[in-house]
């Protein structure tokens, strides 16, 4: 079974600066697809970015952008430029790569980013 | 184009009752998968439905059952309601799961039993 460890309960950043939130996995699977979703307190989950396992170049979306270190099951997302509006809770997430089967996310426990004046 | 709708948003029931909670997918979504997120579990898969049939469970009790109509939309339901099932449950569509595409969520519908 696949297992997602977010180690920082809670962090806090000011506006305009950088934050960097820590995820690591454990799996025996070669293939697979990592993401980091958002949730901010109007309860939905937003996808912020993705990452396929087989690739090698990290990901970014605008000012969010992923460290993946495929040996030592590492996935850090790094947000830059926080903004208020990214005051929310980030959760790290492991899917299998399957091919004509469901699969389901697994889920971190979380970490809270406040972002301060 | 709309997102995923879940309803109600909030929902009291007491315990032994049963409940049954509603999505709706973002059009032309074929996949539906749910989701049971509780302050001491995390967030935790509970099914995924594909074109009317469950093609994923989580490990939750038989009280815990899904369907799917055919044009997409989903229910869920919880019999026998117990304490423990208070908790926000999530809704995600995606067009089609073993093309591993994106899951989009809904706003959850938030239970609570007394």
């Known amino acids: 079974a696949q297992t997602v460890t977010q180690s920082q309960p809670e962090m806090s950043v000011q506006e305009a600066e950088t934050v960097t939130l820590s995820c690591t996995y454990d799996?025996?699977?070669?293939?697979?697809?990592l993401f980091w979703y958002k949730q901010p307190p109007s309860r939905q989950m937003i996808l912020v970015i993705r990452?396929?396992?087989?690739?090698?170049q990290n990901a970014t979306e605008n000012r969010f952008s992923v460290n993946f270190q495929k040996a030592a099951k590492s996935f850090s997302l790094k947000i830059s430029d926080s903004q208020l509006g990214d005051t929310a809770m980030y959760f790290c997430?492991?899917?299998?790569?399957?091919?004509?089967?469901?699969?389901?996310?697994?889920f971190g426990t979380g970490t809270r980013l406040q972002v301060t004046l | 184009k709309a997102g995923v709708t879940q309803t109600p948003r909030y929902l009291i029931k007491t315990r032994g009752q049963q409940v049954t909670l509603s999505c709706s997918p973002i059009?032309?979504?074929?996949?539906v998968s749910w989701y049971q997120q509780t302050p001491g579990q995390g967030l935790q898969f509970l099914f995924e439905?594909?074109?009317?049939?469950?093609?994923n469970k989580g490990n939750f009790p038989g009280r815990f059952s899904g369907r799917q109509f055919s044009n997409s939309r989903s229910e869920m339901n919880v019999s026998t309601l117990e304490l423990g099932d208070s908790a926000l449950y999530l809704c995600?569509?995606?067009?089609?799961?073993?093309?591993?595409?994106?899951?989009?969520f809904g706003s959850g519908t938030q239970l609570s039993v007394l």
């Open positions: 995600a569509s995606s067009l089609d799961r073993r093309l591993n595409e994106k899951l989009f």
């Open positions: 799996t025996s699977e070669s293939n697979y697809y």
């Open positions: 997430a492991f899917m299998k790569d399957y091919t004509g089967t469901a699969s389901k996310l697994t």
């Open positions: 439905y594909f074109s009317e049939t469950q093609r």
């Open positions: 990452q396929e396992a087989y690739k090698q």
């Open positions: 059009s032309g979504h074929r996949s």
